[in-house]
């Protein structure tokens, strides 16, 4: 779906405010014209370990990232990342006026299919959140109480919350740049339209990590939406899984990249993970290193790692867990809980993927 840009001029600052405002007004934003022309900076909301700071290294465009977690942010200052530690919701598009592009990855354990569930039964009421945001209601009295059921399932509109928060001020993002699980899509599609009748091109869908080089099936809903040009999702550089048919999968894309090219390994090994995201669903979690890892976890830890003889090796380290989802080898994973920074991360590779399609 594409609808027609529209244009805006320069803004004033506001000091920030906390949880869903829409009352930031062009006069009270402190004077400041930013040339849009091919120049990019990224304010990451729920930033994470740093894939999407390192993917936006790999595009030449600076970035900051918010993040509440003590422990994420020991990570990200080894990592020399700029970084705001806090709650998104205590902070506005106003406190980071060089930002034009705005990234949000939520929290995504209430909607993954190992978490309670209670997102995906709330899908519902929070699309009707974003209805009522579009017509620009105060809904934090009503996310108060959606929050004392389940925070993380009110923390999904908090992208929408600053991309309307910068259209009215006078200053929209020039891109606008979503993840989250599958079972979020909806919401992704509800958001879309709110954000076309913004003057945003918008698509959304889902996107398989493997088909962008990453050696681990996961499974994202993205949505891309851009005040220039037409929003595409990436196209894929290497083929599916087996899980897809031989037939759906482009003969001149190369495989997909597996374990045993990924990690130093010496010899063939299998990996058989508590937590398994498909293949043969009687040897569920089941992969040989001629295959790409199940999806990576926060407990990767108690996944064996097996020679194939059946001996049992050394499991998984949060190095080789952070080469599964694309990390650098010696990024400097830092703090307690180190494997739930991992598996909690977006693939830096599906980054920048995703990122080049949104900004190029």
Not at 120 to 134: N, P, S
Not at 152 to 162: F, N, Q
Request: glycine share 8%; aromatic share 6%.
């Amino acid at each position: 779906m594409i609808h027609t840009r529209q244009e805006t001029g320069a803004a004033d600052r506001k000091p920030s405010s906390a949880h869903v405002n829409f009352s930031t007004s062009a006069q009270d934003w402190a004077a400041q014209e930013r040339d849009f022309a091919g120049k990019y900076e990224l304010v990451t909301l729920f930033a994470g370990a740093g894939a999407w700071d390192l993917a936006a290294r790999d595009l030449g465009e600076p970035s900051v990232g918010i993040e509440r977690d003590k422990d994420t942010c020991a990570t990200r200052r080894a990592a020399g990342l700029a970084t705001e530690k806090g709650d998104v919701r205590e902070f506005s598009p106003s406190d980071f006026p060089a930002a034009n592009v705005l990234v949000g990855g939520p929290p995504c354990n209430t909607y993954s299919a190992v978490g309670a569930g209670a997102g995906r039964r709330a899908l519902t009421e929070v699309q009707h959140f974003i209805q009522r945001m579009a017509q620009r209601e105060d809904v934090r009295t009503h996310l108060v109480a959606q929050q004392a059921r389940d925070e993380r399932a009110s923390l999904v509109l908090e992208p929408l919350r600053w991309a309307l928060t910068a259209v009215d001020a006078g200053h929209p993002y020039q891109a606008v740049v979503l993840i989250q699980v599958p079972t979020v899509l909806p919401d992704w599609r509800a958001m879309a339209e709110v954000l076309c009748a913004e003057g945003y091109s918008v698509t959304s869908g889902v996107l398989r990590a493997e088909e962008f080089g990453v050696p681990q099936t996961r499974r994202r809903a993205g949505l891309i939406a851009r005040r220039h040009g037409v929003a595409k999702l990436p196209q894929p550089t290497h083929q599916s899984y087996r899980r897809i048919t031989a037939a759906s999968n482009d003969p001149q894309l190369p495989p997909c990249v597996t374990m045993g090219e990924t990690l130093s390994r010496p010899a063939p090994f299998h990996v058989v993970s508590n937590y398994g995201s498909g293949g043969d669903p009687k040897a569920r979690g089941r992969r040989t290193s001629e295959e790409p890892a199940a999806t990576v976890t926060g407990k990767f830890s108690r996944t064996k790692v097996t020679a194939m003889d059946g001996t049992e090796l050394e499991r998984l380290t949060c190095a080789e867990a952070g080469q599964l989802q694309s990390f650098p080898t010696d990024y400097p994973w830092s703090g307690g809980d180190r494997g739930q920074q991992i598996g909690n991360a977006t693939p830096p590779l599906l980054a920048t993927h995703i990122l080049t399609a949104a900004l190029v």
